[in-house]
């Protein structure tokens, strides 16, 4: 059983990261991330802005720092990443055992490396799934790995759930509001929702979806095959 999740935008900045050099980790995929550094370094500069999302020196200086990965030094993916889901998901706040169900069945989607599993070494990087086709990159790769799964549990938002081709084991997890009888994506609203319901499942080693309807959080339940928030 795997559960998909994705990054955040922002990483942390770790003042002391782990001595060993990201070409020193025997990386899974990296191949995979090769085929895409050296796609950035055919790049031109006036090009960054439109790939990073920000000012022309922002962009520049998160370019080097993706072009250089291979020499830079690591720290475990779920340091890394911060934001709405992870502060909820709280990872410093699991058991040994929550930590370990997160460490086996997590994965973790991204532009530059694929997938991570939650204690995955890497380096500090920015690189979104959606340019440079980058879901049509990972896609063969990822579906190959989750096909061999016998359950997974899709919780990702769209623009990662275009890189990868579901199989009959996967079932996506939906987040959803509902006001006047009408459904919408829980969309931004969703993502401290995604975070407690991680820990949830790692708290509680969730690997049936008929466990699901245990959990309930700031008025999201489960019903049927999704989570609803109704909404007067």
């Known amino acids: ?102 460490a086996d069945h997590i994965y973790i989607f991204s532009g530059l490396f694929g997938m991570t599993k939650p204690l995955t070494l890497i380096p500090d990087y920015k690189l979104k799934m959606n340019v440079l086709s980058l879901q049509n990159h990972w896609s063969p790769v990822i579906s190959e790995v989750l096909n061999k799964e016998d359950v997974v549990f899709d919780l990702l938002p769209q623009v990662y759930r275009k890189a990868y081709k579901p199989g009959d084991n996967v079932i996506p997890i ?33 690997t049936d979806i008929k466990d699901f309807s245990g959990f309930e959080y700031d008025g999201f339940k489960w019903v049927d095959d999704h989570f609803v928030k109704i909404v007067i």
């Open 1 to 102: 059983m795997k559960i998909l999740i994705p990054p955040s935008e922002g990483k942390a900045k770790i003042q002391k990261p782990q001595e060993v050099l990201f070409q020193d980790t025997s990386f899974v995929f990296e191949k995979h991330v090769k085929q895409v550094v050296r796609l950035l370094n055919l790049i031109d500069n006036e090009d960054l802005k439109s790939i990073y999302g920000t000012s022309q020196e922002k962009a520049e200086a998160f370019h080097r720092q993706n072009e250089d990965i291979f020499n830079s030094r690591c720290d475990y993916a779920i340091n890394r990443y911060t934001g709405v889901v992870y502060e909820h998901l709280d990872w410093n706040s699991l058991s040994k055992k929550g930590k370990k169900y997160m």
């Open 174 to 206: 939906e987040f959803k509001v509902e006001k006047a009888g009408k459904k919408t994506a829980a969309g931004h609203f969703g993502k401290a929702v995604k975070g407690k319901f991680i820990k949830y499942l790692a708290d509680n080693q969730i």
